[in-house]
Protein backbone atom coordinates (compact mmCIF):
# COMPACT_ATOMS: atom_id res chain seq x y z
CA UNK A 1 0.00 0.00 0.00
CA UNK A 2 2.46 3.21 0.23
CA UNK A 3 4.32 1.77 -2.83
CA UNK A 4 7.00 -0.13 -1.86
CA UNK A 5 9.81 -2.20 -4.74
CA UNK A 6 8.65 0.15 -7.10
CA UNK A 7 11.13 -1.28 -9.10
CA UNK A 8 9.63 -4.41 -9.17
CA UNK A 9 6.13 -3.28 -10.00
CA UNK A 10 7.85 -1.12 -13.28
CA UNK A 11 9.49 -4.24 -14.42
CA UNK A 12 6.48 -6.29 -13.84
CA UNK A 13 3.93 -4.44 -15.51
CA UNK A 14 6.74 -3.69 -18.84
CA UNK A 15 6.63 -7.89 -19.24
CA UNK A 16 2.51 -7.82 -19.19
CA UNK A 17 1.84 -4.89 -20.98
CA UNK A 18 5.12 -5.34 -23.62
CA UNK A 19 3.81 -6.79 -26.56
CA UNK A 20 1.04 -4.29 -26.52
CA UNK A 21 2.76 -1.16 -26.07
CA UNK A 22 1.69 1.66 -29.20
CA UNK A 23 -0.54 -1.28 -30.53
CA UNK A 24 -3.53 -2.10 -28.07
CA UNK A 25 -6.86 -0.83 -28.92
CA UNK A 26 -9.79 -0.96 -27.00
CA UNK A 27 -13.62 -0.06 -26.85
CA UNK A 28 -15.35 2.65 -24.60
CA UNK A 29 -18.03 5.51 -24.50
CA UNK A 30 -17.23 9.07 -24.60
CA UNK A 31 -18.94 9.61 -21.75
CA UNK A 32 -18.42 13.72 -21.80
CA UNK A 33 -20.90 13.76 -25.08
CA UNK A 34 -22.70 11.16 -23.55
CA UNK A 35 -23.92 13.89 -20.99
CA UNK A 36 -22.00 12.34 -17.93
CA UNK A 37 -21.79 15.76 -16.10
CA UNK A 38 -25.70 16.02 -16.54
CA UNK A 39 -26.57 12.55 -15.19
CA UNK A 40 -28.70 12.39 -12.46
CA UNK A 41 -27.36 11.24 -9.01
CA UNK A 42 -29.33 8.02 -7.76
CA UNK A 43 -29.01 7.97 -4.01
CA UNK A 44 -28.22 4.42 -2.22
CA UNK A 45 -29.03 3.79 1.37
CA UNK A 46 -27.31 0.66 3.38
CA UNK A 47 -30.65 -1.62 4.34
CA UNK A 48 -28.80 -3.64 6.44
CA UNK A 49 -24.82 -4.83 8.07
CA UNK A 50 -25.04 -8.45 9.23
CA UNK A 51 -22.02 -10.55 10.12
CA UNK A 52 -18.59 -10.27 11.74
CA UNK A 53 -15.35 -9.38 9.34
CA UNK A 54 -11.98 -9.99 10.55
CA UNK A 55 -9.50 -7.72 8.12
CA UNK A 56 -6.32 -9.13 8.34
CA UNK A 57 -4.20 -6.29 5.98
CA UNK A 58 -2.19 -3.96 8.49
CA UNK A 59 0.80 -4.91 8.63
CA UNK A 60 0.44 -5.38 4.68
CA UNK A 61 4.03 -5.44 4.26
CA UNK A 62 5.27 -8.50 7.04
CA UNK A 63 9.15 -7.88 7.64
CA UNK A 64 11.72 -7.97 8.92
CA UNK A 65 10.18 -11.19 10.99
CA UNK A 66 6.88 -12.78 10.87
CA UNK A 67 4.05 -13.52 13.38
CA UNK A 68 0.60 -12.87 13.98
CA UNK A 69 -0.90 -10.76 11.72
CA UNK A 70 -3.92 -9.99 13.19
CA UNK A 71 -6.49 -11.48 15.69
CA UNK A 72 -10.47 -11.29 16.63
CA UNK A 73 -13.52 -12.76 17.91
CA UNK A 74 -16.04 -14.02 15.96
CA UNK A 75 -19.64 -15.40 17.01
CA UNK A 76 -22.49 -17.14 14.63
CA UNK A 77 -21.67 -16.47 10.88
CA UNK A 78 -18.01 -14.80 10.18
CA UNK A 79 -15.38 -14.03 7.48
CA UNK A 80 -11.42 -13.83 7.83
CA UNK A 81 -10.21 -11.92 4.93
CA UNK A 82 -6.78 -11.62 4.24
CA UNK A 83 -4.08 -9.51 2.17
CA UNK A 84 -0.32 -9.47 2.70
CA UNK A 85 3.14 -8.92 1.16
CA UNK A 86 5.79 -11.42 2.21
CA UNK A 87 8.32 -8.39 2.72
CA UNK A 88 11.26 -11.37 3.84
CA UNK A 89 14.21 -12.89 1.58
CA UNK A 90 12.79 -16.20 3.03
CA UNK A 91 9.55 -18.17 1.44
CA UNK A 92 6.42 -17.89 3.90
CA UNK A 93 3.03 -19.37 4.57
CA UNK A 94 -0.23 -17.45 5.77
CA UNK A 95 -2.00 -19.81 8.87
CA UNK A 96 -5.12 -19.41 10.54
CA UNK A 97 -6.13 -20.55 13.55
CA UNK A 98 -8.69 -20.88 15.63
CA UNK A 99 -9.55 -21.01 19.34
CA UNK A 100 -12.43 -22.34 21.99
CA UNK A 101 -11.97 -20.37 25.04
CA UNK A 102 -14.51 -21.69 26.70
CA UNK A 103 -14.87 -24.58 29.00
CA UNK A 104 -17.48 -26.43 26.46
CA UNK A 105 -17.32 -27.62 22.99
CA UNK A 106 -17.82 -25.09 20.27
CA UNK A 107 -18.87 -26.51 16.80
CA UNK A 108 -17.75 -24.66 13.71
CA UNK A 109 -18.71 -25.13 9.92
CA UNK A 110 -16.40 -23.92 7.20
CA UNK A 111 -18.89 -23.00 4.26
CA UNK A 112 -15.96 -22.16 1.86
CA UNK A 113 -11.89 -21.12 1.32
CA UNK A 114 -11.31 -18.97 -1.25
CA UNK A 115 -7.74 -18.21 -2.28
CA UNK A 116 -5.43 -16.47 -4.69
CA UNK A 117 -1.96 -17.42 -6.49
CA UNK A 118 0.82 -15.40 -5.03
CA UNK A 119 2.42 -12.83 -7.02
CA UNK A 120 3.94 -9.19 -7.09
CA UNK A 121 1.01 -8.33 -9.59
CA UNK A 122 -1.69 -6.75 -7.02
CA UNK A 123 -3.99 -6.12 -9.17
CA UNK A 124 -4.07 -10.25 -10.27
CA UNK A 125 -3.83 -10.92 -6.72
CA UNK A 126 -7.07 -8.58 -6.60
CA UNK A 127 -9.09 -9.49 -9.69
CA UNK A 128 -8.76 -13.08 -8.63
CA UNK A 129 -10.44 -12.73 -5.73
CA UNK A 130 -13.18 -11.03 -6.61
CA UNK A 131 -14.01 -12.93 -9.55
CA UNK A 132 -13.79 -16.39 -6.93
CA UNK A 133 -15.76 -14.99 -4.75
CA UNK A 134 -18.31 -14.87 -7.13
CA UNK A 135 -17.92 -17.95 -9.14
CA UNK A 136 -18.73 -19.87 -5.42
CA UNK A 137 -21.03 -17.40 -3.73
CA UNK A 138 -21.40 -17.78 0.18
CA UNK A 139 -25.42 -17.02 -0.74
CA UNK A 140 -25.28 -20.30 -2.81
CA UNK A 141 -23.58 -22.58 -0.35
CA UNK A 142 -26.10 -21.14 2.68
CA UNK A 143 -29.08 -21.98 0.19
CA UNK A 144 -29.85 -18.01 0.42
CA UNK A 145 -29.49 -17.61 -3.67
CA UNK A 146 -32.49 -17.28 -5.56
CA UNK A 147 -30.50 -17.41 -8.60
CA UNK A 148 -28.90 -20.97 -8.49
CA UNK A 149 -30.35 -24.09 -9.36
CA UNK A 150 -31.39 -26.93 -6.82
CA UNK A 151 -28.26 -29.31 -8.17
CA UNK A 152 -26.04 -26.17 -7.93
CA UNK A 153 -26.53 -25.23 -4.37
CA UNK A 154 -26.02 -29.31 -3.49
CA UNK A 155 -22.62 -29.00 -5.02
CA UNK A 156 -21.59 -25.94 -3.34
CA UNK A 157 -22.69 -27.36 0.38
CA UNK A 158 -21.03 -30.73 -0.11
CA UNK A 159 -17.65 -28.70 0.05
CA UNK A 160 -18.88 -27.36 3.36
CA UNK A 161 -16.64 -29.08 6.88
CA UNK A 162 -17.62 -29.12 10.50
CA UNK A 163 -15.10 -29.45 13.16
CA UNK A 164 -15.41 -29.32 16.71
CA UNK A 165 -13.63 -27.19 18.99
CA UNK A 166 -12.42 -29.29 22.18
CA UNK A 167 -12.56 -26.79 25.50
CA UNK A 168 -9.50 -24.34 25.73
CA UNK A 169 -8.12 -25.58 22.84
CA UNK A 170 -6.72 -24.44 19.61
CA UNK A 171 -7.09 -25.67 15.78
CA UNK A 172 -5.89 -25.04 12.52
CA UNK A 173 -7.85 -24.48 9.59
CA UNK A 174 -7.70 -23.96 5.85
CA UNK A 175 -5.12 -26.18 5.68
CA UNK A 176 -4.30 -25.96 2.36
CA UNK A 177 -2.10 -22.41 3.01
CA UNK A 178 0.46 -24.83 4.54
CA UNK A 179 1.55 -25.71 1.18
CA UNK A 180 1.60 -22.09 -0.24
CA UNK A 181 5.14 -20.78 -0.42
CA UNK A 182 4.49 -16.42 -0.49
CA UNK A 183 8.23 -15.60 -1.91
CA UNK A 184 9.57 -11.92 -1.28
CA UNK A 185 7.27 -9.13 -2.55
CA UNK A 186 4.50 -11.34 -3.50
CA UNK A 187 1.29 -10.55 -2.23
CA UNK A 188 -1.33 -13.38 -1.19
CA UNK A 189 -4.94 -13.12 -0.67
CA UNK A 190 -7.78 -15.31 0.25
CA UNK A 191 -10.97 -15.58 2.70
CA UNK A 192 -12.34 -18.33 4.52
CA UNK A 193 -16.72 -18.34 5.63
CA UNK A 194 -17.84 -20.02 9.03
CA UNK A 195 -20.52 -20.49 11.51
CA UNK A 196 -19.61 -20.97 15.07
CA UNK A 197 -22.36 -21.97 18.00
CA UNK A 198 -20.06 -19.95 20.07
CA UNK A 199 -17.27 -17.37 20.04
CA UNK A 200 -14.16 -17.96 18.41
CA UNK A 201 -10.73 -16.22 18.63
CA UNK A 202 -9.10 -16.39 15.53
CA UNK A 203 -5.27 -15.66 14.69
CA UNK A 204 -4.08 -15.02 11.18
CA UNK A 205 0.21 -15.62 10.59
CA UNK A 206 2.52 -15.49 8.27
CA UNK A 207 4.86 -17.77 9.28
CA UNK A 208 8.50 -19.70 8.11
CA UNK A 209 7.34 -22.60 5.82
CA UNK A 210 8.86 -25.13 8.15
CA UNK A 211 7.60 -24.00 11.06
CA UNK A 212 4.51 -26.30 12.73
CA UNK A 213 1.35 -23.51 12.71
CA UNK A 214 -0.43 -24.79 15.25
CA UNK A 215 2.43 -24.64 17.22
CA UNK A 216 3.15 -21.06 16.69
CA UNK A 217 -0.30 -19.81 17.52
CA UNK A 218 0.87 -20.10 20.96
CA UNK A 219 4.44 -18.70 20.75
CA UNK A 220 4.45 -16.19 17.57
CA UNK A 221 4.59 -12.82 18.18
CA UNK A 222 2.22 -9.97 17.45
CA UNK A 223 2.62 -7.75 15.23
CA UNK A 224 1.65 -3.74 15.45
CA UNK A 225 -0.44 -2.47 13.04
CA UNK A 226 0.94 -0.27 10.11
CA UNK A 227 0.03 3.90 9.59
CA UNK A 228 -3.08 2.69 7.20
CA UNK A 229 -4.84 0.96 10.01
CA UNK A 230 -7.18 -1.18 8.56
CA UNK A 231 -7.09 -4.53 10.70
CA UNK A 232 -9.75 -5.29 12.64
CA UNK A 233 -13.08 -6.88 13.67
CA UNK A 234 -16.04 -5.40 12.26
CA UNK A 235 -19.95 -5.65 11.88
CA UNK A 236 -20.77 -5.80 7.91
CA UNK A 237 -19.45 -8.71 6.22
CA UNK A 238 -22.45 -8.53 4.03
CA UNK A 239 -23.83 -5.46 2.99
CA UNK A 240 -27.48 -4.77 1.40
CA UNK A 241 -28.05 -1.37 -0.50
CA UNK A 242 -31.27 0.10 -1.81
CA UNK A 243 -31.31 2.45 -4.30
CA UNK A 244 -33.65 5.04 -3.05
CA UNK A 245 -35.30 6.22 -6.64
CA UNK A 246 -36.47 4.33 -9.47
CA UNK A 247 -34.68 5.13 -12.22
CA UNK A 248 -36.70 5.98 -15.32
CA UNK A 249 -34.74 5.43 -18.85
CA UNK A 250 -37.08 7.87 -20.33
CA UNK A 251 -35.49 11.24 -18.44
CA UNK A 252 -32.00 10.55 -19.19
CA UNK A 253 -28.73 9.32 -17.85
CA UNK A 254 -28.56 8.65 -14.05
CA UNK A 255 -25.75 6.67 -11.54
CA UNK A 256 -25.32 5.31 -8.47
CA UNK A 257 -22.37 5.46 -6.59
CA UNK A 258 -21.21 2.96 -3.97
CA UNK A 259 -18.20 2.82 -1.27
CA UNK A 260 -17.78 6.44 -1.41
CA UNK A 261 -18.30 7.14 2.93
CA UNK A 262 -20.82 9.13 2.48
CA UNK A 263 -24.25 7.64 1.70
CA UNK A 264 -22.28 4.01 1.58
CA UNK A 265 -20.62 4.14 4.48
CA UNK A 266 -17.02 2.49 5.66
CA UNK A 267 -17.60 -0.23 8.23
CA UNK A 268 -16.54 0.55 12.05
CA UNK A 269 -14.55 -1.62 13.74
CA UNK A 270 -11.77 -2.68 16.75
CA UNK A 271 -8.41 -3.57 16.37
CA UNK A 272 -8.74 -6.48 19.52
CA UNK A 273 -4.84 -6.41 19.22
CA UNK A 274 -4.30 -2.98 20.16
CA UNK A 275 -6.55 -2.55 23.38
CA UNK A 276 -9.95 -2.39 21.25
CA UNK A 277 -8.86 0.34 19.29
CA UNK A 278 -10.83 2.19 16.60
CA UNK A 279 -10.73 1.11 13.47
CA UNK A 280 -12.04 2.29 9.54
CA UNK A 281 -12.40 -0.30 6.74
CA UNK A 282 -11.57 2.76 4.22
CA UNK A 283 -12.80 0.74 1.02
CA UNK A 284 -15.30 -1.90 2.80
CA UNK A 285 -12.54 -4.78 1.63
CA UNK A 286 -13.99 -8.17 2.44
CA UNK A 287 -17.24 -6.81 2.31
CA UNK A 288 -19.79 -8.49 0.26
CA UNK A 289 -22.29 -6.45 -1.81
CA UNK A 290 -25.41 -6.66 -2.65
CA UNK A 291 -27.87 -3.50 -4.20
CA UNK A 292 -30.94 -3.28 -6.63
CA UNK A 293 -31.56 -0.90 -9.02
CA UNK A 294 -35.05 -0.82 -10.28
CA UNK A 295 -36.41 0.60 -13.20
CA UNK A 296 -39.25 1.96 -15.44
CA UNK A 297 -39.71 3.87 -18.57
CA UNK A 298 -40.24 3.23 -22.06
CA UNK A 299 -36.00 3.63 -23.37
CA UNK A 300 -33.73 0.74 -23.88
CA UNK A 301 -30.90 2.12 -21.66
CA UNK A 302 -26.90 0.17 -20.74
CA UNK A 303 -25.58 -0.61 -17.36
CA UNK A 304 -21.49 0.70 -17.54
CA UNK A 305 -19.28 0.55 -14.88
CA UNK A 306 -17.39 3.76 -13.60
CA UNK A 307 -13.94 4.20 -11.31
CA UNK A 308 -13.89 7.78 -9.51
CA UNK A 309 -10.76 6.88 -7.18
CA UNK A 310 -8.25 5.50 -9.28
CA UNK A 311 -7.32 2.11 -11.01
CA UNK A 312 -10.13 -0.49 -10.35
CA UNK A 313 -9.98 -4.20 -11.45
CA UNK A 314 -12.14 -6.85 -10.62
CA UNK A 315 -15.70 -8.67 -11.21
CA UNK A 316 -19.29 -8.63 -10.80
CA UNK A 317 -22.13 -10.76 -11.32
CA UNK A 318 -25.80 -8.80 -12.53
CA UNK A 319 -28.78 -10.82 -12.02
CA UNK A 320 -31.49 -9.32 -14.10
CA UNK A 321 -35.52 -9.99 -13.94
CA UNK A 322 -36.62 -9.06 -17.60
CA UNK A 323 -40.06 -7.12 -18.01
CA UNK A 324 -40.09 -7.94 -21.63
CA UNK A 325 -38.16 -11.10 -22.55
CA UNK A 326 -40.30 -13.97 -21.54
CA UNK A 327 -38.05 -16.54 -22.45
CA UNK A 328 -35.51 -15.61 -20.21
CA UNK A 329 -37.23 -13.88 -17.06
CA UNK A 330 -34.05 -14.03 -15.50
CA UNK A 331 -30.44 -14.14 -16.44
CA UNK A 332 -27.18 -13.84 -14.92
CA UNK A 333 -23.90 -12.06 -16.16
CA UNK A 334 -20.73 -11.74 -14.45
CA UNK A 335 -18.13 -9.08 -15.69
CA UNK A 336 -14.87 -8.82 -15.25
CA UNK A 337 -13.13 -5.16 -15.20
CA UNK A 338 -9.26 -5.11 -15.92
CA UNK A 339 -7.07 -8.31 -17.24
CA UNK A 340 -5.64 -9.23 -20.72
CA UNK A 341 -4.76 -5.84 -22.55
CA UNK A 342 -5.71 -3.48 -20.11
CA UNK A 343 -5.26 -4.67 -16.62
CA UNK A 344 -7.03 -1.86 -14.93
CA UNK A 345 -9.75 0.94 -15.59
CA UNK A 346 -9.52 4.39 -14.14
CA UNK A 347 -5.67 5.14 -13.78
CA UNK A 348 -5.76 9.27 -13.39
CA UNK A 349 -9.12 9.19 -14.86
CA UNK A 350 -12.64 9.66 -14.04
CA UNK A 351 -13.66 9.15 -17.18
CA UNK A 352 -13.39 5.47 -18.03
CA UNK A 353 -15.90 2.87 -18.10
CA UNK A 354 -16.67 -0.57 -19.30
CA UNK A 355 -20.09 -1.99 -20.72
CA UNK A 356 -21.91 -4.28 -18.10
CA UNK A 357 -25.45 -5.51 -20.46
CA UNK A 358 -28.03 -3.60 -22.20
CA UNK A 359 -31.65 -3.18 -20.38
CA UNK A 360 -35.40 -2.17 -20.90
CA UNK A 361 -36.66 -0.09 -18.65
CA UNK A 362 -38.93 -1.90 -16.42
CA UNK A 363 -35.81 -4.20 -15.72
CA UNK A 364 -34.71 -5.20 -12.40
CA UNK A 365 -30.50 -5.15 -11.70
CA UNK A 366 -29.47 -7.34 -9.14
CA UNK A 367 -25.86 -6.08 -8.27
CA UNK A 368 -23.25 -8.14 -6.63
CA UNK A 369 -19.25 -7.50 -5.99
CA UNK A 370 -17.09 -7.55 -3.15
CA UNK A 371 -14.40 -4.44 -3.42
CA UNK A 372 -11.26 -6.01 -5.58
CA UNK A 373 -8.21 -5.75 -3.81
CA UNK A 374 -5.53 -3.30 -5.00
CA UNK A 375 -7.81 -1.29 -6.75
CA UNK A 376 -9.63 1.74 -5.39
CA UNK A 377 -12.89 3.36 -4.14
CA UNK A 378 -15.08 4.88 -4.95
CA UNK A 379 -17.69 3.72 -8.20
CA UNK A 380 -20.48 4.64 -10.13
CA UNK A 381 -22.69 2.43 -12.01
CA UNK A 382 -24.23 4.73 -14.70
CA UNK A 383 -27.40 3.71 -16.10
CA UNK A 384 -27.59 5.08 -20.05
CA UNK A 385 -30.67 5.10 -22.25
CA UNK A 386 -29.05 3.83 -25.86
CA UNK A 387 -30.45 7.51 -27.43
CA UNK A 388 -27.99 9.74 -25.21
CA UNK A 389 -24.73 6.83 -25.57
CA UNK A 390 -22.04 8.28 -27.75
CA UNK A 391 -19.74 5.69 -28.85
CA UNK A 392 -15.92 5.39 -29.65
CA UNK A 393 -14.17 2.45 -31.20
CA UNK A 394 -11.16 1.46 -31.26
CA UNK A 395 -9.62 3.99 -29.27
CA UNK A 396 -5.60 4.00 -28.93
CA UNK A 397 -4.17 3.07 -25.83
CA UNK A 398 -0.89 3.71 -25.12
CA UNK A 399 1.66 2.33 -22.40
CA UNK A 400 4.78 4.02 -21.61
CA UNK A 401 7.02 3.89 -18.60
CA UNK A 402 7.66 7.56 -16.76
CA UNK A 403 10.57 8.54 -15.89
CA UNK A 404 9.77 9.48 -12.34
CA UNK A 405 6.99 7.07 -10.87
CA UNK A 406 4.13 9.13 -9.71
CA UNK A 407 0.96 8.47 -7.59
CA UNK A 408 -2.78 8.28 -8.18
CA UNK A 409 -3.96 11.09 -6.27
CA UNK A 410 -6.98 12.22 -7.88
CA UNK A 411 -9.28 13.64 -5.93
CA UNK A 412 -12.81 12.60 -5.69
CA UNK A 413 -12.63 11.58 -1.71
CA UNK A 414 -11.08 8.54 -2.80
CA UNK A 415 -9.73 5.29 -1.41
CA UNK A 416 -6.31 5.39 -2.28
CA UNK A 417 -5.55 2.10 -1.03
CA UNK A 418 -2.96 -0.08 -2.68
CA UNK A 419 -2.04 2.36 -5.67
CA UNK A 420 1.33 0.01 -7.01
CA UNK A 421 2.21 3.17 -8.67
CA UNK A 422 0.72 1.42 -12.38
CA UNK A 423 2.19 2.64 -15.44
CA UNK A 424 -0.34 1.26 -17.96
CA UNK A 425 -2.38 4.89 -18.54
CA UNK A 426 -4.83 4.83 -21.05
CA UNK A 427 -5.16 7.61 -23.18
CA UNK A 428 -9.09 7.94 -23.87
CA UNK A 429 -9.81 11.68 -24.80
CA UNK A 430 -8.52 15.14 -24.07
CA UNK A 431 -11.34 16.73 -22.32
CA UNK A 432 -9.40 19.40 -20.26
CA UNK A 433 -9.18 20.17 -16.39
CA UNK A 434 -12.23 18.41 -15.50
CA UNK A 435 -13.52 19.96 -11.86
CA UNK A 436 -14.26 16.52 -9.93
CA UNK A 437 -15.91 18.93 -7.43
CA UNK A 438 -18.89 18.65 -10.44
CA UNK A 439 -19.41 14.95 -9.85
CA UNK A 440 -20.76 15.31 -6.32
Keep these: ?110 HRMLKTKPTEDYFAVGRELSKLDLEQPLSSVLGTNPYVTPKEKKKFKSKQETITLQPHSRQLIFKDLEKVHVKKDDLFSGLVDFTSADEVYARVMMLPMKVKSLGAAYTAKKLPIDEVRLRGTYTGMLRTLAVNSVYDSSLG ?42 TKGNEPFRLYFNPLGGAYSGSFTINTTHSKNKNAKVTTETYQVGGGDVPYLGHQTVLDSMQMGSYHGGDTLHIQFMPAGASNLPVRFLLIPE ?34 NTIATVDNTDVGNVNLADLH
Excluded: C
Excluded at 78 to 93: A, C, L, S, T
Excluded at 262 to 286: C, K, L, S, W
Excluded at 405 to 411: A, Q
Design 1 to 110: MFFKKLGKWITTIIAMTGTFMGGAHAKNIDLVNSGYFGFTPLPVSVVSDRYTLLLSDSPEYVGPEGGVLSAGTLKGLGRIYFYHVNDMVEDHKIAIVLENKSGKQNTVTI
Design 387 to 420: ALVVDKFEIPVTYYVPETPTVDNTDVSNVNRFKP
Design 253 to 294: GAYAEVANDREDPFIQGVDEMNHNDAVTDRGNYGVSYDMTLY
